[in-house]
């Protein structure tokens, strides 16, 4: 069955550090999307990616977060001066079309910032 | 008041036993709604989309009704394997299809 992918698994860095995170969406799959989940709190939506271009982004996704899809497969987000704060599981998902489609989550990557 | 609200838990129920988790949402531009499975450190995974006229997967049922903006999900037959904890999630097309996610619903299953 096919998965979303990501890496690494786990990450730490020192603040103030720049981040890629990768993530291998379904090949047919259209629309990607970063969550996040913060130690013991909800899963929160960051942005939507479609076409090439951002969708939809919350507050949380504000100047020093970015996202793009250098090539066919790779979906990266990237975080330029990491904080503290940004300490947390960062989820991709994917999925097929946008209406009502089921959104197939990656493992995560556990970004610790020290 | 939080986007997607549900009873944090947990629920302890011996094996066998019917466990109903509520769930209520507030935003009315909602239009798809999930509830998702997520065991401890792992990433969400669907369970089962959920519609108004009420949808049944094995021994799972979610209903919706949005009048009242209110998410359930019964769980027949409780397995030690249905312990996780569950998320009640709303989607907005129009909205980049923006998952909403709710706290989520600690169930642990006894034998």
């Known amino acids: 069955e096919p998965e979303v992918t990501q890496t690494p698994s786990h990450q730490v860095t020192q603040m103030g550090q720049e981040v890629i995170l990768r993530c291998v969406p379904i090949?047919?799959?259209?629309?990607f999307y970063w969550y996040r989940q913060i130690l013991g709190q909800k899963v929160e939506f960051l942005v939507s990616?479609?076409?090439?271009?951002?969708?939809?982004k919350s507050e949380i996704f504000d100047d020093q977060f970015s996202v793009e899809r250098p090539d066919g497969s790779n979906f990266t987000l990237k975080i330029r001066s990491t904080k503290l704060e940004d300490s947390a599981m960062y989820f991709c998902a994917s999925s097929v079309t946008g209406v009502g489609e089921t959104q197939y989550f990656g493992p995560g990557t556990r970004l610790l910032v020290l | 008041r939080k986007e997607v609200e549900q009873d944090p838990g947990p629920f302890n129920v011996p094996e066998g036993a019917t466990v109903a988790f509520n769930c209520t949402y507030s935003n009315s531009a909602s239009q798809s709604f999930f509830w998702y499975r997520q065991d401890c450190r792992k990433e969400p995974k669907l369970l089962m989309s959920v519609y108004s006229s009420g949808n049944e997967d094995g021994r799972f049922t979610a209903q919706l009704n949005r009048a009242s903006q209110y998410i359930s999900l019964l769980i027949r037959d409780s397995k030690l394997s249905d312990s996780a904890t569950y998320l009640c999630v709303a989607g907005r097309e129009n909205a980049g299809n923006m998952l909403t996610f709710g706290g989520g619903t600690r169930l642990m299953v006894k034998p």
């Open positions: 090949s047919n799959h259209l629309y």
């Open positions: 990616f479609y076409n090439n271009e951002i969708s939809e």
